[in-house]
Each structure stands twice: as structure tokens, then as C-alpha cells.
């Protein structure tokens, strides 16, 4: 079965730390992976996405590192503010007109002024 | 939350009862989703569908039948409500490329 394994479950940083969230896959069909950021109560919310072809990409504050020969991809957020806390997933799509995305099971951060 | 509602938001129902969710979009968009939520588990697709009256199983499909007869209206019920089924469900949208966007939820409470 698909799978994405996604560490840690939960994390406690600083504010100003950089929290880093890691992800691994083993499909190699995946071709799009997605990190979406998730408030108690709300519905998960895309953050950033990025293609194998690229080893990192970066928005605001939230890069994205992505290692294809290690079949592993990485969220950090710089200069993380309490605003941050959230629970994060990392996800996967394997492409070929398919739009089903396979999830992490999520990691709950936690940014402490 | 991208032209996306869901209904009831909240719903406590009896073990053996049925029970309909409603999924209602305003973007037109092709694909829609039923996921639900639980601690250690992530987010899992139950049932997707890729147009009007087409329809697909998820990772966890059983118990659980969808119906969209409308582009947009995603319906997912619950023949017989378990216990088991205890959990948040999300509805999402996609335009026909990867990126899904979520509904706000319904905690569904079995008892």
C-alpha cells in the first residue's frame, strides 16, 4: 500500500526556532508532494507544494528540501512565531491522472514565545 | 474555505441509524473527496468522484457509500451508523489538478 511516513508526531520549538518536519516515501510513481497546515477546528489548508525536478523551494518562511535519491522530503519554517502552531501534514500524489493524495499521519507543532 | 460548505458541521447520532453528509461546492470544480480524520491515523479518502454520478472507492470505503448527482453536491452516507465511524469527516475539491482544497469538517459523534 502507498504510504508516506512523517516524523515527528509532535514538536515544541522556541519562537525563532526552526522546526523541521520530515517525510518519506517509497513509491517512486509519487510526483507531487504538497504540505498542508491544519488550526484545532479547521479544515487542512495547502502551505506549499513541490516536484521532484526541484530540490527545494522556498515561500516566505516555509522551504521545502527535497531529496529524490533518498526517496525524503522536509518542511522548515525560519523564524517560527506562535502563530505557527498548527498540525502539519505532508502528502503525495503519484501522478498518471491521478489526483488521489496520500497523507502523513501528521505532525502537531507547537511554538512557545 | 475555497466556495466550500459542509453540512451538518456537528452531528451526534445513534449506532444502527443512517446518516448523510453533505458536500457543496461553488467553484465548479470537477473532482470532490471524502476524507475523515482520526488521531494517529491522519487524514484517509473514503470515496472520491471524478464527475457527475462518477464515483471511486478510498482507502477506506467500507461502511460507507457516496452519490453526487450534481456537480455540486458530494453526499456520503452512512448506511448504518457504528461506532467505529466516530470521527471528523472533510470534504475536498480539486479543479482537475493536485491541489485539493478542504471543506471546514463534521464531527460525527456515534453512540
Known amino acids: 500500500q502507498q504510504q508516506v511516513k512523517q516524523s515527528p508526531q509532535s514538536l515544541i520549538v522556541q519562537k525563532g526556532g526552526i522546526p523541521i518536519i520530515n517525510c518519506a516515501y517509497e513509491?517512486?510513481?509519487?510526483?507531487?508532494f504538497p504540505w498542508y497546515q491544519q488550526f484545532p477546528g479547521k479544515g487542512p489548508a495547502l502551505l506549499i507544494a513541490?516536484?521532484?525536478?526541484?530540490s527545494e523551494k522556498k515561500e516566505g518562511r516555509f522551504t521545502i528540501s527535497f531529496n529524490k535519491s533518498a526517496k525524503q522530503f522536509s518542511l522548515h519554517i525560519m523564524d517560527s512565531q506562535p502563530g505557527d502552531s498548527a498540525t502539519y501534514f505532508c502528502a503525495a500524489n503519484s501522478g498518471a491522472g491521478s489526483y488521489q493524495l496520500t497523507f502523513g499521519k501528521g505532525t502537531k507543532l507547537s511554538v512557545i514565545p | 474555505d475555497a466556495g466550500i460548505t459542509q453540512s451538518p458541521r456537528h452531528k451526534v447520532t445513534e449506532t444502527g441509524t443512517p446518516v448523510t453528509l453533505r458536500c457543496h461546492q461553488t467553484e465548479n470544480h470537477r473532482y470532490m473527496y471524502w476524507y475523515r480524520q482520526d488521531p494517529g491515523h491522519g487524514l484517509r479518502l473514503i470515496h472520491y468522484?471524478?464527475?457527475?454520478?462518477?464515483?471511486d472507492k478510498g482507502e477506506v470505503s467500507d461502511g460507507y457509500s457516496v452519490s453526487r448527482s450534481k456537480t455540486e453536491d458530494f453526499l456520503l452516507t452512512l448506511e448504518s451508523a457504528t461506532s467505529s465511524q466516530t470521527s471528523v469527516y472533510f470534504c475536498?475539491?480539486?479543479?482537475?489538478?493536485?491541489?485539493?482544497?478542504f471543506g471546514p469538517g463534521t464531527r460525527l459523534l456515534v453512540l
Open positions: 468522484s471524478y464527475g457527475v454520478k462518477d464515483t
Open positions: 513509491n517512486t510513481a509519487f510526483d507531487y
Open positions: 513541490i516536484r521532484p525536478d526541484v
Open positions: 475536498a475539491i480539486s479543479p482537475g489538478q493536485e491541489t485539493q482544497y
